[in-house]
């Protein structure tokens, strides 16, 4: 190659023209002195990737699982969970009673507990935090805001439910004594203060940083910047777009963080998840998507399957024609191999549902009318109720993988084939996840079939059941009166012994009345390193990583 | 995204014979266009990169228009779904010829009717592009004055912006189907021909004939359908077909993004790339299958583009 | 050589101006009440409400037109809806990584197009240029994405020696004053967050200049060609210079002029192949980020983004006409 020894202007004044539109960009210069610490030596660390950044570290503002599980590290609420189990353990409240009513609720609570500022835990900051719920201004009672209290609590002080609110008082008895009254029973409550929203967060701080009347609180310095709590880490920065650094907490007052410092980032796409694990990048992740759990494992990974709390089914619009029919909601029922699904698009291990909630949930029961795979029967039924060749609408959403419904697109094809071998005709309806499909699906009536899926948040069948079938949806398009008031009734039954065999019943008459098909609990999975020892999976996610080791 | 270039000042592939004469047909009525379109048949015969070219666009429209018949089977059936695992996607064998896809339907078929998803969405959405573009590029040059200035702001604003995301955002409002897709192409594809055609008739405005033939009283209309846009048509057909090349990969890109036709019993190239990356280990077949032919189709119309415009233009005679 | 600046810059703002109205109006065109667009499944009344009042949609059309305006103009580019995070400050945060992807991409292939067209010009009909002009043919028809998703499959489970995403090992603490990572490890001297980073870097950058680097070496060898036909080459060969003096001092200067025109043309195919690269890459710049708004509707995001861009473009484009200026005067005249 001709050596050129100077280049034409041209080329030089275009190389120097970008270089100058990037280094004037940097109008900073480097603020920090030297460099950091050099990472490696002598501290341990665990990078642990999710699958999106966390919307704010403020949990009371958020609901997606990336921001919880930043949040379940620094903050702890007034009751836990027993590890690998979604039932109710002590945490911050050591016990607790319940009034015969039960309306109120007496909790005794942990002392010697600080929060990461050094102020105190007491019954004074716990009734801080329940008034500061219940008082959140208008403009932060949306439900893409405080969406937890507001679906537990059902209303605040000010604003259109303030009628419904269940929130009464808190009264803080001495340091370590505080009672909660509600204004309705509500057996879940216990269960419910496991949520991360519901976290006890240091009154001091929050004066200080946070400011819930602010046009979006999830942006103010709080949520982005002081989140703090009582738990096993503190935040060490939140640097967006990159990573969220949490640091191990010398003053926990449990079990101190074996590691000294965890790092979360984001990657969206499950196989770039499992490359950087094998690159040595992350030591472990969550979300492993079907296709990589066997060749992960192959190549000497750990996969850790969390016990599923979670159902997938196919749900039905009675609007629909001729959805509306239950010989036809039968014939489809029928029509569909479950097996063949889970095999076809569900990780291994995935159990197959004969309910709308998962066996940990009180009020589970089999006992209950299967449609055991039955194509035969199938035609049949659309014979006689005249719909043999009916046109159905299928809707599913693409471009989005959720622990209930790894792959979507995959589970509607094996189902269509399966509704298309007894003669129906399938339209094929695809929509993006966030916002079209869930608009769609839950906020208009333009659909017929669809998949869909939720996983429980806290052990209570009404998260479950309730949640679908309390009231008339836009999802399931039914009025079934008796359903609905079976449910209310349920929800205020004061304990959960007395709800277990009501909700079993009511197991038994949804799956008569059947406006849905339950398909599977699919097994979401983690995957680590070799050298990542003790981390406890939690069905509900109520994972920590304070018992977390990495060699 | 347009791959296009400037004339290019040599040949594109290799050499071919030049000795022969283009023959001037003396005058007959068609005037000077004749000799053109058949020196560059001529040229055309003898480029290697041209028949190439002409031979892959060729099999690309047949499979196309044919795929029903050459098909085995129906596509987007899904019918052996139950042979498809996350982690095993059966390969070719006796009843598949390129085994199946993650869908359980047979791969073969799904890559010749993504063809004819290809050519279609390719061809309406630079048929777009072409009328309206046209249609605006006469105006503007036709009329000139503020219409001239209003209508190439508006091609500048079009142009600001790069191409996809603007073909992203005309999906964004149009809807997840397959008319938004064909629409936002064609989109993106009107400024290139406004610019191209309003800069044929600005060229040609000052040339001798059409000045003679102002003199003459023929009326404008007349000029323009008789004379300018004829001489415009080999430019333009060069540009369509180069456009056509970059609209097959931009619906692929487009279907990447997750906008556009989202069936996925109607097969297209640039949907099944996407929905192989997962089993890439699994059966990469998936993958560079789609990509391949996506690839190919758009080289055999560059090729083709390419060659027709240097054989239409008369600076490469030497 | 002011005066054409200025002109230019002048004739941006229209073009701008335009803009805005058009995204303005295409945020108002989208399917549905845009409120109801937004909030998507979590829409309720005092959702509705409260978008309706933060983002004026109550408001006539002109009115809220000017709001807009005005806003752009104090920075205020609207907030992601996912988030609430002020759109400039994540553009802000995100542009040095896109940046630093592109610089890289582009200069590979000016670096190796511009050699690479230059020789096979100078050696047309051998075998070196029909080898180089098929590999260009084909690198300027394969899709960005699939070259990115080939590339990324083929080394994340085969040739496992280069990383497939993010732009540096998490465990790499290091500083980043200005987020331009190779730039701030240079800076605060961190030499293994310089070479992390780089390496990181060169899988995004050879999937995303593909295609600049077959532009260029074709655009280079016919513009370089045409040049070597000249009459005024063929009278400077017949005085006698050597081959290789009339093509520094000629031939270089002239046909490298298309060349620089075109890596201003590069600018917009670098946009919108950063979308399709970084998303592949989980590469944390400004096409990730709009994938993202692209999938989850998040359309203040999507306006914002696309304003900036066009921005960023016309102002790329403004340079390149500048530099063409400097080299050709008559263009400056013209």
Known sequence: MSIKTSRTRSLVTAVLATTALVLSACAESAREGNGGEGGSGGSTTFVFAGSAEPGALDPVFVSDGESFRVARQIFEGLVGTVPGTADPAPLLAEDWTVSEDGLTYDFNLKTGVKFHDGTDFNAEAVCANFERWYNLPESAQSDDLAYYYSVIFRGFATGPRTDAALYDSCTANGEDKVTIVLTAPFAGFISAMSLPAFSMQSPTALEKFQDDAAPDPRTTEYSTAQPTGTGPFTLGSWERGKQVTLEANPDYWGEKAMIDEAIVVAIEDPKARATALQNGEIDGFDLVGPADIEPLKEAGFQIVNREPFNVLYLGMNQKTEPLDDLKVRQAIAYAIDKQEVADASLPAGTKLASIFMPDTVNGYTEDVETYDYDPAMAEQLLEEAGAAGATIEFNYPTDISRPYMPSPEDTFNVIRSQLEAVGLKIKPVADVWDPDYLDKIQGTPNHGIHLLGWTGDYNDADNFLGVFFGAETMEWGFTNEELFSDLAAAKGIPTPEEQQPVYEQINKDVMEFLPGVPLAHPVPSLAFAENVKGYQQSPVQDEVWNVVTVE | MSIDLPPAGGPVGGHYGDSEAHPEAGIDDEGKGLSLWRGAWQRLRRNPSAIAGALIVLTFVVIAIAAPLLAPYEPGSAQWSGEVTPTDVPGPDKDHLLGLDRFGSDLYTQLLFGARQSLVYGVVSTAIGLVVGAFLGILSGGIGGWVDTAVMRVVDIMLSIPSLLLAVSVAAVLGQNAYSVMIAIGAAQVPIFARLLRGSMLAQARSDYVLAANALGIRRQRIVFGHILPNALGPTIVQATLNLATAIIEVAALSFLGLGESDPAIAEWGRMLVAAQDRFDAAPRLALLPGAAIAITALGFTLFGEALREALDPRTRR | ?334
Do not use: C
């Open chain 3, 1 to 334: 050589m002011l005066r054409f600046v200025l002109r230019r810059l002048a004739l941006m703002v229209p073009v701008l101006v335009g803009l805005s109205i058009l995204l303005f109006a295409w945020l108002r065109a989208l399917p549905g009440d845009p409120a109801r667009s937004m909030l998507g499944q979590r829409a309720t009344p005092d959702g509705i409400a409260r978008i309706n009042e933060a983002y004026g949609f109550d408001e006539p059309l002109v009115q809220q037109y000017f709001s807009y305006v005005r806003a752009l103009l104090s920075g205020d580019f609207g907030s992601s809806i996912k988030t609430g995070r002020p759109v400039f400050d994540s553009f802000v945060e995100q542009f040095p990584a896109t940046i630093e992807l592109a610089v890289t991409a582009l200069t590979l292939a000016v670096v190796i197009g511009v050699p690479l067209g230059y020789l096979a010009a100078t050696h047309q009909g051998r075998l070196l240029d029909t080898f180089v002009i098929s590999g260009s043919l084909l690198g300027v028809v394969t899709p960005v994405f699939f070259l990115a998703i080939l590339l990324k499959l083929v080394f994340a489970d085969w040739l496992t020696w280069l990383p497939t995403s993010l732009r540096q090992d998490p465990r790499i603490d290091a500083t980043h004053p200005t987020n331009f990572y190779i730039l701030d490890g240079l800076m605060t001297r961190e030499w293994d967050a310089v070479w992390n980073a780089g390496l990181h870097l060169i899988l995004p950058a050879i999937a995303l200049g593909t295609i600049p680097l077959a532009i260029i070496v074709r655009i280079t060898r016919a513009s370089v060609s045409e040049v070597l036909h000249e009459d005024y080459v063929r009278t400077a060969e017949s005085k006698g210079l050597s081959r290789r003096t009339v093509s520094r001092r000629h031939v270089l200067r002239n046909a490298l002029l298309p060349v620089v025109t075109t890596i201003g043309l590069q600018a917009g195919l670098l946009f919108s192949g950063a979308v399709l690269t970084e998303t592949v890459f989980a590469f944390n710049g400004i096409g990730n980020y709009l994938f993202e708004a692209i999938s989850s509707r998040d359309y203040p995001v999507l306006q914002g983004y696309i304003l900036f861009i066009a921005i960023i473009y016309a102002l790329i484009n403004l340079l390149v006409d500048v530099a063409y200026g400097l080299i050709d005067p008559r263009v400056r005249v013209s």
